[in-house]
């Protein structure tokens, strides 16, 4: 089932992503799957090869999480077949997590309180919106811990708000107007001017949620972690708690006042921070890829700055069954010529590859050759230095690392 999903969600064909995960699921690595493996994925690139990693370990924790779900709510006795088919069905995060809410073992609440003192059947009454007698009816879950009619009938929305917050329709509303017209918000702690003036220009700043700048909402974050400033999604509270009420309170409903207030206390005491934590969960890891992003382009010049300067090179990738791979570089690093020389075994064609070389260095007037230290670098570079060219230097190259870089997004766009 992983494969298949793995399949629909990149489109690439059921037969490659069950090779690939064969190989991933055997600790073999992207640069080496995509390179030495493309049988078995049917020539993927490592860029799908990666992608199909990324989902792979995104299922495969899912799938764990899916498991102690099941477990939690099986231990409990409510794991109905219906219940259980959604739940291995699903294959979002925030979907599972809203099923599993309602059963999710939980801290004591005011809704707990409120059930342990029988409250319960008061509020499916309450719910069910068709009689006209709640306070009346309050009367008879009145006790020694609940002394008065007003507090059952509080208790009852206290039970009435949390399973408003649990419904998945209701948090799925919030969540997708609060991420489409939410703002972030950061304000001062109060008594904390001269601690965090470099925070100044955030002493009351607000940016639209979906625009916000890297820069700008992690300097609020920062700003929260030094207990500076605090930081919330605004949203139209008012209206989304008209549209959660649309969907609980029923026309002509003869406990509207009850409902609409349990309604209102669920969004601002339940649904609202959470909601908000997931969203600003989610800005901060939009905001941290974007600034490895930026930084990764403000240090690309000084990491591709040439060691030798402005130089012609002749560059050479070592290897003994696949080849020396060969290109030629003008002095701005721009490709002029590649080619492969067979100068090892198996092939041993050494004086077809010197000639080679001596040809390229002569036709774009090489200043140097690099030479990979890896496989077969010692031997190639013995070749080289054999091929007596006067005033050219000869430099061996550390490949450290080459390998992954080679396979990654960041090599491919540099190319």
């Known amino acids: 089932m992983t494969e298949q999903i793995i399949a629909q969600r990149l489109g690439i064909a059921l037969r490659q992503v069950q090779g690939t995960v064969r190989l991933l699921r055997d600790g073999a690595t992207i ?3 995509s390179r030495y493996r493309k049988e078995a994925t049917g020539s993927l690139d490592e860029l799908q090869v990666g992608a199909v990693k990324e989902q792979l370990d995104k299922l495969t924790e899912l799938e764990a999480r899916k498991q102690t779900v099941l477990s939690t709510i099986g231990e409990q006795g409510k794991l109905t077949d219906e219940l259980r088919k959604r739940i291995e069905a699903c294959w979002e995060a925030v979907e599972l997590e809203d099923i599993y809410l309602p059963y999710k073992p939980k801290r004591r609440t005011r809704a707990t309180v409120a059930r342990e003192r029988g409250l319960e059947p008061l509020a499916n009454s309450i719910m069910a919106q068709n009689s006209h007698d709640i306070a009346r009816q309050a009367q008879r879950f009145v006790t020694a811990d609940v002394p008065t009619p007003e507090e059952a009938i509080a208790g009852a929305c206290d039970i ?3 399973r408003v917050s649990e419904d998945e329709r209701a948090r799925n509303s919030v969540r997708r107007t609060a991420a489409r017209e939410g703002a972030v918000h950061s304000r001062l702690v109060k008594g904390k ?5 470099k925070y100044s220009d955030y002493f009351d700043a607000t940016s639209p949620l979906r625009t916000v700048s890297s820069h700008r909402f992690l300097a609020m974050r920062r700003g929260m972690d030094e207990g500076i400033l605090k930081i919330s999604v605004e949203m139209d509270a008012d209206r989304i ?3 959660l009420c649309r969907q ?4 002509g409903s003869a406990t509207r006042e009850w409902m609409e207030a349990a309604v209102a206390d669920s969004f601002k005491r339940l649904i609202r921070p959470s909601i ?3 969203l600003l969960a989610a800005a901060k890891e939009k905001a ?3 600034a490895i992003r930026v930084f990764a382009e403000n240090l690309r010049q000084l990491l591709l700055s040439a060691p030798l300067g402005q130089k012609r090179i002749i560059a050479v990738d070592p290897g003994f069954r696949t080849g020396c791979k060969v290109v030629a570089l003008d002095s701005q690093g ?4 590649n080619t492969t020389v067979y100068p090892h075994p198996p092939q041993n064609r050494y004086d077809e590859a010197a000639e080679t070389l001596r040809s390229l260095a002569a036709r774009y007037k090489a200043e140097a050759f690099a030479i990979g230290d890896g496989t077969a670098g010692r031997e190639t570079e013995q070749l080289v230095r054999g091929l007596g060219l006067e005033g050219v230097g000869v430099f061996m190259v550390s490949e450290d690392g080459a390998s992954v870089y080679s396979a990654s997004a960041a090599a491919r766009e540099e190319f």
């Not at 001017?193 to 003036?197: A, T």
């Not at 609980?248 to 026309?251: L, M, T, Y």
């Not at 721009?334 to 010529?337: E, G, M, P, T």
């Open 248 to 251: 609980f309170v029923r026309h």
């Open 193 to 197: 001017e001269q601690e965090g003036v």
């Open 31 to 33: 640069p080496f799957i």
């Open 276 to 278: 908000e934590t997931e």
């Open 241 to 243: 708690t008209e549209g």
């Open 334 to 337: 721009n490709l002029l010529h």
């Open 288 to 290: 941290d890829d974007e």
């Open 160 to 162: 009435i708000a949390e």
